[in-house]
């Protein structure tokens, strides 16, 4: 062989090598990492324009409509469509890149991807009427209603099946969440907020696993049950199953029932508030630490009042802090729980901290990073310049998550998976959430055994 066959030879094994290195690169991401490169690229993207001199103003679509003239004229006009379609292109680059990479197929992809974008985009319209909005029904519940009864009364296609990837769009969202998730809000609180937050989420989190055991519903599925009572619902239920490796079934079905106990508890709560008399401070703590989405929470505080509103955003942002202790620690727990049953078996390893890292959801340091980096690095006006974008682009994330998960969902799982078992012990743990947490909103926040604190 020549000199130049042998270099050229040379050079296409090198090509051919470096070729082959960033395939397995971009293969060996995991949809965790890609929930915080995307949701990370927003972030950026959104900052460099803020601080930037241009003088560019953000934009974000209109969902809120009170009337026929305000749905046409506003929420359906030209310029707005132009906005969420631009939106919907946006993430559907994004998304359908980390597919490609991860060996999804792209076409199946896309073409599921822009159906459920437009079901997701009309329960925000159907959320944004000013009468719904009124009574605190939010785009989660429409999202999840649309989901179901096309995934219960039809045979989902494959390509359908593709596009439905709630745990991706939501670890998305979660990492752009962490925006508006600041330490500095979660002071204002004081030590009340930080002592309800802390024991009402490691009480429930037992109270709900023991329930699940006494009712012999498995520890996976306790798991994924009990952070989603105790913390923050559907967000906590993936950190968990992500923590565990559980089965997206279960997971599934957790995020069903966390969504469809919602809906009496967002109607009842802020009506027994005012029936009680309970205090606005109070009522709020008692949301805050109750209900399992931010969105949720203020849509049933505002019906109570301003001060009830802060005080339940505060202690929601409280809880929501602890995702990223509560998965720590899950990954510990299961991972040396686990070597346990394996040396009873005579085969186990010692674990080490890779396992844990292994174990450990990746998305959640997306988040905790990017709330410490909004919370400290961040000027407090460039953070208020992109929150209202960044909010808007999060809920979008959520809605196609939600939409997802009714299309994953069956309503016949929940009296077939375990007997119906794992439903009643989440009620239980429910019930058992909303008694313990007033008890302590009240003697927290109502003057008992701490001052009340000023939120302002």
Do not use: H
Not at 59 to 84: C, E, F, H, M, R
Not at 129 to 156: D, M, R, S
């Amino acid at each position: 062989m020549s000199y130049e066959n042998t270099n050229q030879a040379v050079s296409l094994d090198a090509e051919a090598l470096q070729t082959s290195t960033k395939k397995s690169f971009f293969s060996s991401l995991t949809e965790d990492w890609w929930a915080v490169i995307i949701g990370g690229i927003i972030i950026i993207a959104a900052l460099v324009i803020a601080f930037s001199a241009t003088g560019f103003k953000f934009s974000v679509p209109v969902y809120q409509w009170a009337t026929t003239d305000d749905l046409v004229g506003k929420v359906l006009s030209g310029s707005n469509l132009t906005l969420i379609a631009g939106i919907g292109v946006l993430f559907a680059i994004l998304s359908s890149i980390a597919i490609a990479l991860s060996g999804g197929s792209i076409a199946n992809y896309l073409r599921g991807f822009f159906l459920v974008f437009v079901l997701g985009i009309i329960s925000l319209i159907i959320a944004g009427n000013k009468t719904i909005a009124y009574y605190g029904i939010e785009y989660v519940i429409f999202a999840l209603i649309i989901g179901l009864l096309i995934g219960n009364l039809t045979k989902i296609p494959d390509w359908l099946r593709e596009a439905a990837r709630s745990e991706f769009f939501i670890k998305t969202g979660l990492v752009i969440l962490g925006s508006s998730v600041l330490f500095t809000d979660i002071i204002k609180a004081g030590l009340p907020g930080i002592l309800q937050a802390v024991l009402v989420v490691s009480v429930v989190w037992f109270f709900a696993l023991w329930l699940s055991r006494r009712l012999k519903v498995d520890d996976e599925f306790g798991v994924i049950l009990a952070s989603a009572v105790a913390i923050c619902g559907v967000s906590a239920a993936i950190v968990a199953s992500g923590a565990i490796k559980g089965d997206k079934k279960k997971l599934s079905y957790i995020t069903t029932l966390v969504l469809l106990v919602a809906i009496p508890m967002m109607i009842l709560q802020p009506w027994l508030i005012k029936v009680l008399n309970i205090p606005e401070v109070v009522g709020g703590a008692w949301l805050g630490g109750t209900l399992d989405t931010t969105a949720s929470v203020t849509a049933a505080a505002a019906l109570v009042g301003p001060a009830a509103l802060k005080a339940g955003v505060i202690i929601k942002f409280s809880q929501n802090v602890l995702i990223g202790v509560a998965a720590f620690f899950i990954a510990i727990w299961w991972t040396y729980r686990k070597n346990a049953e394996a040396k009873q078996q005579a085969n186990a390893e010692t674990p080490g901290l890779g396992v844990v890292w292994e174990r450990f959801p990746k998305f959640v340091l997306g988040f905790i990073a990017v709330s410490l980096i909004f919370s400290f690095q961040i000027p407090a006006d460039i953070g208020k310049s992109v929150s209202g974008i960044l909010n808007s682009l999060r809920t979008v994330w959520f809605a196609l998550a939600f939409v997802a998960i009714g299309l994953e969902a069956r309503f016949t799982d929940l009296v077939k998976i375990e007997g119906g078992r794992p439903a009643i012990a989440f009620i239980g743990a429910q019930i058992f959430n909303v008694i313990w947490t007033l008890l302590w909103a009240w003697l927290l926040f109502g003057g008992i055994l701490l001052a009340i604190p000023d939120i302002k």
